[in-house]
Nanobody, 123 residues
Framework: QVQLVESGGGLVQAGGSLRLSCAASGPTFTNYATGWFRQAPGKEREFVAA????????HYADSVKGRFTISRGNAKNTVYLQMNRLKPEDTAVYYCAARKFYYTEYEGQYDYWGQGTQVTVSS
Protein backbone atom coordinates (compact mmCIF):
# COMPACT_ATOMS: atom_id res chain seq x y z
CA GLN A 1 0.00 0.00 0.00
CA VAL A 2 1.30 3.44 -0.96
CA GLN A 3 0.82 6.39 1.36
CA LEU A 4 1.29 10.01 0.35
CA VAL A 5 1.71 12.91 2.78
CA GLU A 6 1.77 16.53 1.66
CA SER A 7 3.34 19.38 3.61
CA GLY A 8 4.48 22.95 3.12
CA GLY A 9 1.19 24.76 2.70
CA GLY A 10 0.42 28.03 4.42
CA LEU A 11 -0.52 31.67 4.08
CA VAL A 12 1.53 33.89 1.78
CA GLN A 13 1.11 37.30 0.18
CA ALA A 14 0.59 37.67 -3.53
CA GLY A 15 3.93 37.55 -5.32
CA GLY A 16 5.45 35.30 -2.69
CA SER A 17 6.64 31.70 -2.84
CA LEU A 18 5.94 28.36 -1.20
CA ARG A 19 7.38 24.90 -1.65
CA LEU A 20 5.11 21.91 -1.21
CA SER A 21 6.42 18.43 -0.52
CA CYS A 22 4.82 15.06 -1.17
CA ALA A 23 6.44 12.18 0.70
CA ALA A 24 5.59 8.68 -0.44
CA SER A 25 5.99 5.49 1.53
CA GLY A 26 5.24 1.85 0.96
CA PRO A 27 7.18 -1.26 0.06
CA THR A 28 6.09 -1.18 -3.57
CA PHE A 29 6.63 2.48 -4.40
CA THR A 30 8.67 2.21 -7.56
CA ASN A 31 7.92 3.35 -11.08
CA TYR A 32 5.15 5.71 -9.98
CA ALA A 33 4.47 8.99 -11.68
CA THR A 34 3.30 11.80 -9.38
CA GLY A 35 0.86 14.59 -10.02
CA TRP A 36 -0.23 17.68 -8.13
CA PHE A 37 -3.85 18.77 -8.21
CA ARG A 38 -5.70 21.56 -6.44
CA GLN A 39 -9.25 22.34 -5.43
CA ALA A 40 -10.48 25.83 -4.66
CA PRO A 41 -13.69 26.42 -2.67
CA GLY A 42 -16.74 25.78 -4.81
CA LYS A 43 -14.68 24.50 -7.74
CA GLU A 44 -13.74 21.12 -9.13
CA ARG A 45 -10.33 19.67 -8.51
CA GLU A 46 -7.91 20.55 -11.32
CA PHE A 47 -4.57 19.36 -12.58
CA VAL A 48 -1.52 21.46 -11.72
CA ALA A 49 1.66 19.57 -12.61
CA ALA A 50 3.07 16.07 -12.97
CA UNK A 51 6.42 14.30 -13.18
CA UNK A 52 7.61 10.89 -14.25
CA UNK A 53 9.34 8.45 -11.92
CA UNK A 54 12.73 9.26 -13.38
CA UNK A 55 12.08 12.97 -13.15
CA UNK A 56 13.09 13.49 -16.74
CA UNK A 57 9.66 14.51 -17.99
CA UNK A 58 7.30 17.10 -16.52
CA HIS A 59 4.00 18.65 -17.51
CA TYR A 60 2.16 21.76 -16.30
CA ALA A 61 -1.24 23.33 -16.51
CA ASP A 62 -1.17 26.54 -18.54
CA SER A 63 -2.27 28.54 -15.49
CA VAL A 64 0.94 27.73 -13.60
CA LYS A 65 3.48 27.33 -16.40
CA GLY A 66 6.50 29.53 -15.81
CA ARG A 67 5.64 30.06 -12.14
CA PHE A 68 5.56 26.54 -10.67
CA THR A 69 8.26 23.88 -10.88
CA ILE A 70 7.79 20.21 -10.07
CA SER A 71 10.81 18.10 -9.17
CA ARG A 72 11.70 14.78 -7.59
CA GLY A 73 14.24 14.25 -4.86
CA ASN A 74 17.28 12.03 -5.27
CA ALA A 75 15.63 9.23 -3.30
CA LYS A 76 12.65 9.49 -5.68
CA ASN A 77 10.09 9.06 -2.92
CA THR A 78 9.63 12.80 -2.44
CA VAL A 79 8.19 15.18 -5.01
CA TYR A 80 8.30 18.95 -4.64
CA LEU A 81 6.19 21.73 -6.08
CA GLN A 82 8.00 25.06 -6.01
CA MET A 83 5.43 27.81 -6.40
CA ASN A 84 6.66 31.32 -7.25
CA ARG A 85 4.87 34.58 -8.05
CA LEU A 86 1.78 33.28 -6.30
CA LYS A 87 -1.59 34.86 -7.07
CA PRO A 88 -4.80 34.93 -5.02
CA GLU A 89 -6.36 32.60 -7.58
CA ASP A 90 -3.79 29.96 -6.59
CA THR A 91 -5.59 29.63 -3.25
CA ALA A 92 -6.73 26.03 -2.88
CA VAL A 93 -6.14 22.73 -1.16
CA TYR A 94 -3.25 21.07 -2.97
CA TYR A 95 -3.14 17.28 -3.32
CA CYS A 96 -0.47 14.97 -4.62
CA ALA A 97 -1.37 11.73 -6.32
CA ALA A 98 0.48 8.73 -7.72
CA ARG A 99 -0.10 6.23 -10.49
CA LYS A 100 2.00 3.54 -12.10
CA PHE A 101 4.37 4.43 -14.94
CA TYR A 102 3.27 7.58 -16.78
CA TYR A 103 1.41 10.67 -15.63
CA THR A 104 -1.93 11.97 -16.82
CA GLU A 105 -4.01 15.10 -16.24
CA TYR A 106 -7.06 13.03 -15.32
CA GLU A 107 -7.52 12.63 -11.59
CA GLY A 108 -9.61 9.48 -11.99
CA GLN A 109 -6.57 7.66 -13.32
CA TYR A 110 -4.50 8.11 -10.17
CA ASP A 111 -4.44 5.27 -7.66
CA TYR A 112 -3.22 6.97 -4.49
CA TRP A 113 -3.89 10.37 -2.97
CA GLY A 114 -2.61 12.41 -0.07
CA GLN A 115 -4.80 14.25 2.40
CA GLY A 116 -4.08 17.69 0.97
CA THR A 117 -2.41 20.86 2.22
CA GLN A 118 -3.99 24.32 2.26
CA VAL A 119 -2.39 27.16 0.33
CA THR A 120 -3.83 30.62 0.86
CA VAL A 121 -2.58 33.63 -1.10
CA SER A 122 -3.66 37.03 0.17
CA SER A 123 -3.95 40.05 -2.08
Amino acid sequence: QVQLVESGGGLVQAGGSLRLSCAASGPTFTNYATGWFRQAPGKEREFVAAITWSGSDTHYADSVKGRFTISRGNAKNTVYLQMNRLKPEDTAVYYCAARKFYYTEYEGQYDYWGQGTQVTVSS
